[in-house]
């Protein structure tokens, strides 16, 4: 691979401008790809399979019009009193509209709804009514007649009045029994009545109401098309606010705003530091921008063909940017170093890909292994994530051993400094002024304490992680759908913001009245339970075997007493015959998803641990090293996991990092962080742990080793880590909200893992271990592939001996010390 990388970059360099001009016909055919072909991003998580979503599809089948989508639209009068007639006849024009929108089932009247139960509580109450007075009419009856039967008795007459008395007796008995079974019918209608008081579609006040949007097709497959006829047939109602919930209003993600901006300033800063150039500083960004810009147009052109959420692509170019440029960085630092040695241009420039660029693809194979990974949790919108991540990856890794030496070519001496111009070939290209002193082993031994002791105590919030996805309450409090949740929220009440919808198997075949009790004994075993504020019959099938309600929580559909109240309605059995409640709506998918979710996670965590292991053990040749290394990584991810707890779930600093509604922790961030993680930790243990893995082999004791590879490695992954902070932190303040907590993790894990795990704590743990650091059996040193990452062969064959040091064998990729 190193001799492959040589004979790339040489190529290159020769014929720079047609690398170039492949990679804009690249990025000009992926951006025409995109314009021809992209389709739709889902702004909504799905997983066939799932409790809820076999609920869906059995509403579907078996009540037409409601196993499709809904959205929220909220309506409130701009004064503050109740809803005119004016009004109420412009928002029924306005729902007439709506239904008429390709894609809409139906659009509820909310006037209409409330007048029917209205009326339902006027029929009970005349019902009510009728049936005192008719009990009235008949106990007076029975109450004559038996007077009249007893008096004929006494006058023994009895024989000759009975035949008359008796028929006339029973057949008001019979009516006393009838019009007792139909009170006994109207108070379980009246119970139904009364447990569904909670639900509302008007304020009390009169002047919110509350429009549910019934759609055609599911909901992640709902054209954005319809949502915005509908949402443009409720705007500019006189006198009326119109809000809409995040389930029919997603806002469109930015790719590219305000904050990912800064960050990409803060990372040329830190590049012209490093480099002294600004043109030395420019390449790698102008590279990492190119990459990102293929990658993404050619992922966002299959958008047709498969399903992809609106997050993807902000992952894909957060991850494309920050391996761009670190893996740019890289092979631009190599050169730059043996050109300050004396090492003619060309030459440099083809060295530089083979060495430091033989690394570079070995660690973006293992960024690309993890997210790939990804696949197997059998998610798969993670699945999708992953890939599109891996090929922002690929492209990176593509444009920095293709793309780095053209542009090299082109620069020439230019990326270095005039200082650095007049003292080249003054200091021997291999020479990086290592101490041969090692660190001092108290010193060592108390950075491993200290390290670890932060580490698990920034951990422990993790103990704490609880699983979501954002509701409306988590959006941008400018944000229409923030307005809507909290409208419902002041009006209906939180629950009102996820209502459940439950699904009930009735036993046996009955009639409407005896339906009507089985639908009032499932209704009050749902409704005895505390998290429940309402309960009401939406729906019943043609056979009358199954029964559907709406259940309205008592608390927002993120909260901890929904998610158990859920798990609760399943496992009811209201008829002791095994036919259990299911359960569905938005709320309810969440909830599966995180679970889903939650329990993928651990099998992943371990296949990604136990990849690192196999790395570590065939780049190092050690058994120790990766162990340290792979508990490292768990470590800094398990405290990156306690931070994002302690912010964006607890709400610590919510007040400095914009987090205004602390709640669940966004479901599928736990996997993301241990794929991306995982890849980056390793990029920079590779950088690290080979220069000392160089150093000792080449004769240097293993504490000395240990010191020389830091002290070589440090700069640039000091650098690399900075960049890639800088860039994920830029979307710590995006709008999307479900990219927030996704910038903040990802910046804080590569700041824990790069400065406290590999530049500290596992320098140390290598000192304290000594020679048995590189300790290996030798039956596995004889069966482990010899893998040169950093073409330390290459090395020696093309660059000439009297341009290394010997006293101190560097790694080839390593910077320059200081």
């Known amino acids: 691979m ?42 909504t998580f799905s997983l066939p399979g799932t409790p809820t979503s076999r609920v869906s599809d059995r509403l579907a089948d078996e009540f037409p019009g409601m196993g499709g989508g809904s959205g929220t639209v909220v309506l409130r009068t701009q004064d503050g009193e109740p809803f005119t007639g004016e009004q109420r006849a412009e928002i029924l024009d306005r729902l007439n509209e709506a239904e008429g929108v390709d894609g809409v089932e139906s659009a509820a009247d909310p006037f209409a709804i409330e007048a029917r139960r209205e009326a339902q509580r006027e029929e009970i109450d005349q019902g009510r009514a009728e049936i005192t007075g008719g009990r009235e009419e008949i106990e007076a009856g029975l109450s004559e007649l038996e007077t009249a039967r007893e008096q004929a008795e006494a006058a023994g007459t009895l024989d ?27 108070e379980e209608g009246a119970r139904l009545l009364e447990l569904s008081d909670g639900i509302r579609v008007v304020s009390d006040d009169g002047a919110t109401a509350l429009v549910t949007v019934a759609f055609t097709e599911e909901q992640n497959e709902i054209a954005q098309e319809t949502k915005d006829e509908v949402i443009a047939a409720f705007e500019e109602i006189p006198g009326v606010d119109t809000e809409f919930g995040s389930d029919i209003a997603m806002t469109a993600p930015e790719l590219f ?50 399903s992809m959420s609106s997050v993807t692509p902000i992952l894909g170019m957060m ?13 631009i630092h190599r050169h730059r170093r043996q050109v300050r040695g004396g090492l003619d241009t060309r030459e440099s420039i083809a060295l530089a890909n083979g060495t430091a660029g033989n690394a570079v693809v070995f660690a973006g194979a293992t960024v690309l292994v993890a997210l790939l990974g990804l696949n197997l949790t059998g998610i798969d919108f993670l699945g999708m994530m992953g890939n599109v991540g891996a090929l922002a990856v690929a492209v990176a890794v593509l444009v920095a051993v293709t793309l780095t030496p053209a542009l090299l070519s082109l620069v020439g001496g230019r990326v270095l400094s005039r200082g650095e111009r007049a003292s080249a070939g003054a200091a021997p290209a291999g020479h990086d002024g290592a101490p041969a002193r090692p660190m001092r082993t108290p010193g060592a031994l108390a950075r491993v304490v200290l390290v670890t002791a932060v580490l698990l105590g920034v951990a422990v919030p993790a103990l704490d992680l609880r699983l979501g996805l954002p509701d409306g309450s988590s959006e941008a409090h400018d944000s229409t759908q923030y307005r809507a949740y909290t409208a419902v929220d002041e009006a209906f009440g939180a629950g009102a913001n996820g209502p459940l919808v439950v699904v009930a198997d009735l036993p046996g075949s009955q009639d409407e009245e005896e339906a009507t009790g089985q639908q009032l004994r499932v209704a009050e075993e749902i409704a005895d339970r505390d998290a429940v504020e309402a309960v009401a019959p939406v729906a019943l099938s043609d056979d009358r075997s199954v029964a559907v309600f709406q259940v309205v929580p008592t608390e927002g559909p993120s909260s901890e007493s929904t998610e158990a109240l859920v798990h609760e309605l399943r496992g009811l059995d209201p008829f002791d015959d095994g036919a259990e409640l299911g359960v569905a709506g938005t709320a309810s998918g ?12 651990p099998g992943y965590l371990a296949v990604v641990v136990g990849f690192s292991l196999v790395i570590l053990l065939v780049v190092f ?8 290394a792979t508990l490292g990584f768990v470590l800094s991810f398990a405290a990156a996991l306690g931070g994002v707890v302690a912010i964006y779930q607890w709400g610590w600093l919510g007040g400095v ?31 690290l742990g080979s220069g000392m893995r160089e150093a000792y082999v080449h004769g240097a004791p293993a504490r000395v080793a240990v010191r020389r590879g830091l002290v070589a490695g440090r700069a640039v992954v000091t650098a690399a880590a900075v960049i890639m902070i800088s860039v994920f932190a830029g979307f710590i303040f995006s709008h999307t909200t479900m990219i927030r907590p996704v910038g903040f993790a990802l910046a804080f894990g590569v700041l824990l893992d790069a400065f406290a795990v590999r530049l500290t704590l596992i320098p140390a743990l290598l000192h304290l271990a000594g020679d048995k650091a590189w300790w290996l059996p030798r039956w596995l040193d004889r069966i482990l592939p010899d893998v040169d990452v950093e073409g330390a062969r290459l090395e020696r064959v093309h ?3 009297d341009r290394r040091g010997d006293d101190a064998p560097e790694p080839v990729g390593a910077p320059v010390g200081g």
């Not at 830190?270 to 190119?290: D, H, R």
């Not at 479901?667 to 950088?687: E, H, R």
């Open 160 to 186: 000759a009045v009975a035949p008359q008395l008796d028929p006339q007796i029973t057949e008001l008995e019979g009516n006393l029994a009838e019009l007792e079974e139909s009170e006994e019918n109207l």
């Open 621 to 628: 040749r050690s058994l120790l090293v990766p162990v340290v």
């Open 2 to 43: 190193a001799e492959l990388l040589y004979r790339l970059g040489r190529a290159a360099a020769r014929r720079a401008w047609t690398v170039i001009a492949l990679w804009l016909a690249a990025l000009l055919a992926a951006a025409g790809a995109y314009a021809l072909f992209a389709g739709e991003l889902e702004e």
């Open 657 to 687: 990092l914009g987090v205004d509604s602390p709640g669940p922790v966004l479901s599928f961030l736990p996997t993301i962080m241990v794929g991306i993680l995982f890849g980056l930790a390793m990029d920079y243990m590779l950088f």
């Open 799 to 801: 660059t000439p001996g």
């Open 257 to 306: 705003g305000v904050g990912e901006a800064v960050g990409l300033a803060v990372a040329a800063v830190v590049l012209v530091i490093m480099l002294g150039t600004l043109i030395g500083a420019g390449l790698p960004l102008v590279q990492a921008l190119v990459g990102v810009g293929v990658a993404l147009l050619a992922a966002l052109a299959l958008s047709d063909l498969v």
């Open 319 to 331: 991850l494309g940017l920050a391996v761009g440029i670190d893996y740019a960085l890289f092979i």
């Open 590 to 601: 969440n909830i599966d998803i995180s679970d889903k979710l939650s329990d993928a996670l």
